[in-house]
C-alpha cells in the first residue's frame, strides 16, 4: 500500500505542479533572458497619522505619489517604461483579529521590464517600488495592506523576483521546480482528500481478508486496519492547509518570494515531521483482543503478535466509559487486573466491539 500511495503522491503533485508552472507566479519570475515582460501590480496603502488614524490621501498628495513613485532594480532586471495610478480609497486590514477600516489609496501600476540578453543561467535580481517622502509628511512612511510585495531586511518593497535563463528548456524546468512550492501543498492536500475515499474501500478489503468467525467462543476482535492511516491524512490534512492557504495567497497575488518557498517548504516538512511518529506509534499501539471460556489474551501492533493472558478470576475490574465532546460521544473499556498489570483500555474502534462489550458484561454482570 505505502508503494501505491507515494507512486500517486508523487503524480499528483508533478501534475499539479506543471500546471502551476504556466500561472503568473512562475512565469514571471523564472524568464528567458531578453524578453520584455508586461507586468502589473496592485497595493492598497495607507499613510499613518498616528497610532490610530491615516492621512487622507488628497488631490495633491494622489498627483505627487503618481508623478514621484518609480522602479528600481538589481541584478539583471531593468525598467523599460512604469506608469503609476493612484486611487483614494478606504482600505481593510486585519490586525489582532479585529478588522480594521480607514483612510488610504489603491496603487495601479504598469510597468515594462526585461534583462539583457547575455544575462547568465540563474541570474538572480528583484524589482523594487520606490515609495517617495511626500512635502508635508516628512517622516510619515506607507503601510501596504495587500498585494503581491515583499518588504526584506533593508525597508525595502520588491514586487518581483526574476531569476534569467538562456534557453526553453532550462527555463521550462526551473518554472516546474519554482512551482513545486505551489505543487507540493495543494497536490498533497487533493492526494489526500482523494486516499481517504480510497481508505474506505481499503478497508473493505482488509476486512474481508480476515479469518471468518462465528458467533461463539473462542473469538478474536481485530483492530481497524487503517487506524495509522487514518491520523496520517489527518495530520498531513491540518498541515497541509496551512501551507496551501499561503500558498494560494501568494499565487493569487502572482508573486511568491524565495521567502514564501521556504515558509511554506518548512511547514510542510514540520507537519510529515510529526505525521510520521503519530502513524508509526498509532500501527504499533493498535490492539487485537482474543476471549474464551477460561479469559482473555491481548496483543499490540502489527504481524507477530506477542499476547498477554488473563483468566477470567485475575481481572479484578471491568468498566466501560464514554466521553462526550461536541455532541459526539466515545466509547471505551478498561480492564483491571488483579496482579497490577497497566490497564487494559479497549477502544470502540476495534472491530466487533458491541459483541466484546456484551460478551464481558455477561461476564462481570451478576445474573
Not at 493612484?86 to 534583462?115: C, M, Y
Not at 489526500?192 to 481508505?199: E, K, Q, S, V
Not at 473493505?204 to 471468518?212: D, M, Y
Not at 499561503?246 to 524565495?258: E, K, L, N
Amino acid at each position: 500500500m505505502v508503494p501505491k500511495y507515494l507512486l500517486t503522491l508523487a503524480m499528483t503533485v508533478s501534475l499539479v505542479a506543471f500546471a502551476a508552472s504556466s500561472l503568473r507566479f512562475a512565469t514571471r519570475s523564472q524568464v528567458l533572458a531578453g524578453k520584455a515582460v508586461d507586468e502589473t501590480s496592485k497595493i492598497e496603502f495607507t499613510i499613518d497619522a498616528d497610532s490610530s488614524n491615516t492621512y487622507r490621501i488628497s488631490p495633491r498628495i494622489k498627483q505627487f505619489l503618481e508623478d514621484h513613485i518609480s522602479f528600481y532594480t538589481d541584478g539583471p532586471p531593468r525598467i523599460v517604461s512604469a506608469k503609476v495610478e493612484i486611487t483614494p480609497k478606504d482600505v481593510s486590514w486585519t490586525e489582532n483579529h479585529s478588522t480594521i477600516t480607514s483612510t488610504g489609496a489603491a496603487l495601479f501600476a504598469r510597468f515594462q521590464w526585461d534583462t539583457p540578453a547575455d544575462s547568465a543561467n540563474g541570474a538572480h535580481g528583484n524589482i523594487y517600488l520606490n515609495f517617495p517622502e511626500v512635502p508635508g509628511l516628512e517622516g510619515k512612511v506607507p503601510d501596504f495592506h495587500s498585494g503581491g510585495y515583499q518588504k526584506d531586511d533593508k525597508g525595502r518593497y520588491a514586487v518581483r523576483e526574476v531569476t534569467t535563463y538562456r534557453d526553453t528548456f532550462t527555463l521550462s524546468l526551473a518554472r516546474f521546480v519554482f512551482a513545486l512550492a505551489a505543487g507540493v501543498p495543494f497536490g498533497v492536500l487533493l492526494h489526500t482528500i482523494f486516499w481517504a475515499f480510497l481508505l474506505k474501500g481499503e478497508k473493505r478489503s482488509r476486512l474481508a481478508e480476515l479469518p471468518p468467525q462465528g458467533s461463539g467462543l473462542p473469538r478474536t476482535f481485530y483492530p481497524d486496519p487503517i487506524a495509522e492511516w487514518i491520523l496520517w491524512l489527518l495530520v498531513l490534512g491540518i498541515g497541509t492547509v496551512v501551507a496551501t492557504m499561503i500558498a494560494s495567497f501568494a499565487v493569487y497575488d502572482g508573486f511568491m518570494s524565495s521567502g514564501f518557498v521556504w515558509i511554506i517548504y518548512t511547514i510542510m516538512a514540520i507537519t510529515v515531521a510529526i505525521a510520521l511518529p503519530v502513524a508509526y506509534f498509532t500501527g504499533k499501539s493498535v490492539l487485537t483482543v482474543r476471549i474464551d471460556t477460561n479469559g482473555i489474551s491481548y496483543a499490540r501492533g502489527r504481524g507477530d503478535l506477542e499476547w498477554l493472558n488473563a483468566a477470567w478470576s485475575d481481572i479484578r475490574l471491568f468498566k466501560e466509559k464514554f466521553r462526550t465532546y461536541r455532541g459526539s460521544t466515545t466509547y471505551w473499556i478498561e480492564l483491571e487486573f488483579n496482579d497490577h498489570r497497566k490497564k487494559l483500555k479497549i477502544s470502540q474502534s476495534i472491530q466487533g466491539y458491541p459483541v466484546l462489550r456484551n460478551t464481558l458484561r455477561s461476564v462481570f454482570t451478576p445474573k
